[in-house]
């Protein structure tokens, strides 16, 4: 267990090294917000850091989001909540009820059951499309060929607010490729959101322009289970 102090420093540390990087790239400091993924993590690990003044926070899973985050939302009313992690269609409302943003928009269906519950329930998110940059079988996202017309689905058919997209490039390859044509498909397309960027490499995604970084080991130590 590490304590609430090297959560603090490793925080701050992060902090620093996110504006560092966007002043190297020549970009504003705080031209890149700062998701804390919080994966894993019980809500006693994540009080320490909503006490650092974090807003912004990620979680991959629906069910173990809800088991954590309305108690530690409801304390703290200007908490922005991420999901990062694929969304079963089944799971739509209760995403749409307990999250801020979707982060990982990646297929028709999905676009269709995010825009019916977000009617339903009168909470429009802005969304992240999941561009799977590298074209991995087994990753979820779209493809890089499919990006504009998806896009322009999504804004036209589905009125979605997309906000901009998000990619996880492959585990053994250089990210920055990835970064870039991330970076290119949003600006054809008028997007300024760019999500990319997680412990090993944000610093490397804010210089290809990153608008968020997801950011958890860093952050909150190591993580013992597999996810
Ligand atoms: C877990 C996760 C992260 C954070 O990973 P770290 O390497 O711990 O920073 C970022 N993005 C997604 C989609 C994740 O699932």
């Known amino acids: 267990m590490s304590s609430d102090n090297d ?6 540390n992060v902090c620093e090294i996110i ?6 790239a020549g970009r504003a400091a705080n031209a890149t917000a ?4 919080s994966k894993t993590f019980p809500a006693d690990a994540i009080e320490p850091v909503i006490a650092l003044g974090q807003k912004i926070f990620g979680e991959n899973r629906v069910q173990e989001a809800e088991g954590k985050w309305p108690d530690l939302k409801a304390g703290h009313a200007d908490i922005e909540l991420h999901l990062i992690g694929p969304l079963q269609t ?16 990646d297929r028709p269906k999905l676009a269709q059951s995010l ?13 992240y499309i999941q561009i799977n940059t590298g074209e991995e079988p087994q990753k979820a996202g779209i493809s890089p060929r499919e990006a504009d017309d998806f896009v322009k689905a ?3 058919d589905y009125q979605l607010d997309i906000a901009g997209l998000m990619c996880i490039p492959p585990q053994n390859e250089e990210a920055s490729p990835h970064f870039a044509l991330l970076a290119d498909i949003a600006a054809r397309n008028g997007l300024t959101g760019l999500s990319m960027g997680m412990s090993a ?9 990153a608008t968020i970084v997801r950011v958890g080991s860093a952050i909150f130590g190591p993580r013992t289970q597999t996810v």
Do not use: S, W
């Not at 504006?19 to 190297?24: D, L, M, P, S």
């Open 7 to 12: 959560v603090e420093m490793r925080h701050r």
């Open 90 to 105: 089944n799971k739509t409302r209760n995403a749409v009820a307990l999250f801020d943003v979707i982060q990982t928009l």
């Open 154 to 156: 999504c804004r036209d």
């Open 34 to 37: 700062l998701c804390a993924v």
């Open 115 to 127: 825009a019916k519950e977000m009617e339903k329930a009168d909470r429009r998110l802005p969304c």
């Open 201 to 209: 490499d944000y610093p490397l995604a804010i210089e290809f322009g």
């Open 19 to 24: 504006a560092n990087a966007a002043q190297e």
